[in-house]
C-alpha cells in the first residue's frame, strides 16, 4: 500500500533557530496533510495541501507540497518553546482513510 | 462546536481483563477512526466507519479487539482480555466525508495494563 515517509525522526534545535520536517512519497499524493501533536496531547489539525507547488503559511509555520506531488515539507522560523511537540504528515485517501508518517518530534534545547 | 468527546481519560486494568472505550464524534461527521498510539510512535489505525459500516479493519486484532458503531454516531471499542502490549492511548477522531477532511482528534483515552 501507500507509504509516507517522513524526516527526520527527531530535530534538537536551540529556541530561535528554525525546524524543517520532510515528507516523501514514492506515488503521486493527492493531499497532504500535517498535523501536530504536543507531548501528552492529541493529534490537532495545521492544514492541508492540495495543488502541485503550493505553498501556505500560518505565522512562522510554512508548508510546500511538491511541483510533483511527491514530497511535502514543514518549515519552521526562529522556534519558539510553544513549538515543541511531534509533527506528523498524513494522506487523505479516496476511502478518508488517512496514511500516516512516523512524525518528526521537535525538541527546543534549554 | 463541541469536539469529538471520549471517555474515560485514563484506565487501568490487569492483564486479562476486559476494558471498553466510548467516542462521540462531531455532529454531522460521517467518518470515524479508533487508533491506537503507542508512547513514542504515530497513530495506528485500528478500525475506521463511514456511517455504521466498516470500511477497514485490517489492523484490528480481532481476536481480542472489537468495536461497534450501531446508529452511525457514537462508538465504542472493547478488548477482552487485554494484555500488557495493549498499553497505549486510544484515539478516536471524525471527519466529514466531503470537501476539506481533516481529522478532528479526541482526547484520547490512556490505557495501562498491569
Known amino acids: 500500500g501507500q507509504q509516507v515517509m517522513q524526516i527526520p525522526q527527531y530535530q534538537h534545535v536551540q529556541e530561535g533557530e528554525d525546524f524543517t520536517t520532510y515528507c516523501n512519497s514514492s506515488?503521486?499524493?493527492?493531499?497532504i496533510q500535517w498535523y501536530k501533536q504536543r507531548p501528552g496531547g492529541h493529534p490537532v489539525f495545521l492544514i492541508q495541501l492540495v495543488k502541485s507547488g503550493e505553498v501556505k503559511k500560518q505565522k512562522r509555520l510554512t508548508f510546500q507540497f511538491g511541483e510533483a506531488k511527491k514530497n511535502s515539507s514543514l518549515h519552521i522560523t526562529a522556534t519558539q518553546t510553544t513549538d515543541v511537540g511531534t509533527y506528523f504528515c498524513?494522506?487523505?485517501?479516496?476511502?478518508?482513510?488517512?496514511?500516516w508518517g512516523a512524525g518528526t518530534k521537535l525538541i527546543i534545547k534549554p | 462546536e463541541a469536539g469529538v468527546a471520549q471517555s474515560p481519560r485514563y484506565k487501568i486494568i490487569e492483564k486479562r481483563q476486559s476494558v471498553a472505550f466510548w467516542c462521540n464524534p462531531i455532529s454531522g461527521h460521517a467518518t470515524l477512526y479508533w487508533y491506537q498510539q503507542i508512547l513514542g510512535q504515530g497513530p495506528k489505525l485500528l478500525i475506521q466507519f463511514q456511517n455504521n459500516g466498516v470500511v477497514d479493519d485490517s489492523q484490528l486484532p480481532k481476536d481480542r479487539f472489537s468495536a461497534e458503531r450501531l446508529k452511525g454516531v457514537d462508538s465504542t471499542l472493547k478488548i477482552q482480555p487485554a494484555k500488557l502490549e495493549d498499553s497505549a492511548v486510544y484515539l478516536c477522531?471524525?471527519?466529514?466525508?466531503?470537501?476539506?477532511?481533516?481529522?478532528?482528534f479526541g482526547q484520547g483515552t490512556r490505557l495501562t495494563v498491569v
Open positions: 498524513a494522506q487523505m485517501d479516496s476511502n478518508y482513510q488517512l496514511i
Open positions: 477522531a471524525s471527519s466529514f466525508s466531503t470537501g476539506t477532511t481533516e481529522a478532528f
Open positions: 506515488t503521486t499524493l493527492s493531499n
